[in-house]
C-alpha cells in the first residue's frame, strides 16, 4: 500500500510569524503535530506548537478522501 499521503504533507514547510517580533520561519507540519518547542531564529522566543485537533482532523480526511478515490480507479 503507498505511503499514507498525510505521512508525506507533515514534512512540508510552512512559514509562520513569530508571536514575539513577527520575524517568518519555516517550520514542518510536523513540529506542531508532536507539539514541539521551537526559538525564534531573530528574537530567541520560545513557541510552543500545540495541535488542537485540526491539524490531526484534516490529515485523517485527507487519507480518507484518498482512499475513497482510489476505490474508483
Same mark, same amino acid.
Given at each position: 500500500?503507498?505511503?499514507? +499521503?498525510? %505521512?508525506?504533507?507533515? =514534512?512540508? %514547510? #510552512?512559514? #509562520? ?11 514542518? %507540519? +510536523?513540529?506542531? &503535530?508532536?507539539?514541539?518547542?521551537? %526559538?525564534?531564529?531573530?528574537? &530567541? $522566543? =520560545? ?11 484534516? +490529515? =485523517?480526511? $485527507?487519507?480518507?478522501?484518498? &482512499?475513497?478515490? &482510489?476505490?474508483?480507479?
Amino acid at each position: 500500500m503507498p505511503q499514507a +499521503l498525510s %505521512l508525506a504533507m507533515l =514534512q512540508e %514547510l #510552512i512559514d #509562520i510569524p513569530c508571536p514575539g517580533c513577527g520575524y517568518e520561519f519555516e517550520i514542518q %507540519l +510536523l513540529d506542531i &503535530r508532536v507539539q514541539t518547542f521551537r %526559538l525564534c531564529p531573530c528574537c &530567541r $522566543v =520560545q513557541i510552543h506548537f500545540v495541535d488542537d485537533g485540526s491539524l490531526f482532523g484534516a +490529515l =485523517q480526511s $485527507v487519507d480518507e478522501s484518498m &482512499r475513497e478515490l &482510489r476505490r474508483f480507479f
